[in-house]
T-cell receptor, first 113, second 113 residues
Framework: EAGVAQSPRYKIIEKRQSVAFWCNPISGHATLYWYQQILGQGPKLLIQFQNNGVVDDSQLPKDRFSAERLKGVDSTLKIQPAKLEDSAVYLC???????????FGQGTRLTVV | GDSVTQMEGPVTLSEEAFLTINCTYTATGYPSLFWYVQYPGEGLQLLLKATKADDKGSNKGFEATYRKETTSFHLEKGSVQVSDSAVYFC????????????FGAGTRLFVKA
C-alpha cells in the first residue's frame, strides 16, 4: 500500500515570497492533516480536513496560510507571504476516518531566508 | 486543553543499555496514546499505541503501558541498539481535542556502540 506522498521534499525561498506544498494521502483516507514541525519541537496541527471540508483550522495563521482539499483527495498548503519564522518541516498525514490512526508523509522542509 | 509532556533530551546510552523515556499527559476522558519515532531524514512512524487504560503497546522490543492513575505512558526498551538512535514523540488523540493528534516536544536518543 502506498503511503502519504508529499512534494517537494525541500524548498528554499526568500521572505515575502510565496510557496505551495502538495500532499496525496493514502487512497480511501477521508481525514487529512497538515502539521508544522519547527526544529526541536513536536508537530503542531495547522488544519484538519474531513473529505473536502475543514474540521479544525484554529491554529492556522489565516492571514498568510491557506489550504484546500479539492475533491476530497489531494491537498495543497500555501504560504503567502512567507516569514523567516515559517522555516519548518510541513508534514501531511491521513487517516481512514476521524479518530483513526494517522499515517505521516516524509514532509517538506522549508527554509525561508 | 489536552497536552503531552515528555522528558527533555538528548538521552545518550551505550548499546544494550536499558531505555526509559518518560511521558505524561493531560486530557479529559480516555484518549488513545501513541509513541512515534522519527529517524534521521525520515518522516514520523507510528511505533506503538494503546487505546485504553492498562493496555500495553509493544513493537520492535519497545513497550509502553497506559497508566490512567498516573496519566503516564512511559516508553521502555530492555536493550537498545545503535539503530534505535532517533527522535521519539509521545502523542495523544482524544475526543475533547477533536481527535487531532497532539504531540510532545520529542526526545532525541543517541545510542553509542
Amino acid at each position: 500500500e502506498a503511503g502519504v506522498a508529499q512534494s517537494p521534499r525541500y524548498k528554499i525561498i526568500e521572505k515575502r515570497q510565496s510557496v505551495a506544498f502538495w500532499c496525496n494521502p493514502i487512497s480511501g483516507h477521508a481525514t487529512l492533516y497538515w502539521y508544522q514541525q519547527i526544529l526541536g519541537q513536536g508537530p503542531k496541527l495547522l488544519i484538519q480536513f474531513q473529505n473536502n471540508g475543514v474540521v479544525d483550522d484554529s491554529q492556522l495563521p489565516k492571514d498568510r496560510f491557506s489550504a484546500e482539499r479539492l475533491k476530497g483527495v489531494d491537498s495543497t498548503l500555501k504560504i503567502q507571504p512567507a516569514k523567516l519564522e515559517d522555516s519548518a518541516v510541513y508534514l501531511c498525514a491521513s487517516s481512514l476516518e476521524w479518530g483513526a490512526e494517522a499515517f505521516f508523509g516524509q514532509g517538506t522542509r522549508l527554509t525561508v531566508v | 486543553g489536552d497536552s503531552v509532556t515528555q522528558m527533555e533530551g538528548p538521552v545518550t546510552l551505550s548499546e544494550e543499555a536499558f531505555l526509559t523515556i518518560n511521558c505524561t499527559y493531560t486530557a479529559t476522558g480516555y484518549p488513545s496514546l501513541f509513541w512515534y519515532v522519527q529517524y534521521p531524514g525520515e518522516g514520523l512512524q507510528l511505533l506503538l499505541k494503546a487505546t485504553k487504560a492498562d493496555d500495553k503497546g509493544s513493537n520492535k522490543g519497545f513497550e509502553a503501558t497506559y497508566r490512567k492513575e498516573t496519566t503516564s505512558f512511559h516508553l521502555e526498551k530492555g536493550s537498545v541498539q545503535v539503530s534505535d538512535s532517533a527522535v521519539y514523540f509521545c502523542a495523544l488523540k482524544g475526543r475533547t481535542g477533536g481527535f487531532k493528534t497532539i504531540f510532545g516536544a520529542g526526545t532525541r536518543l543517541f545510542v553509542k556502540a
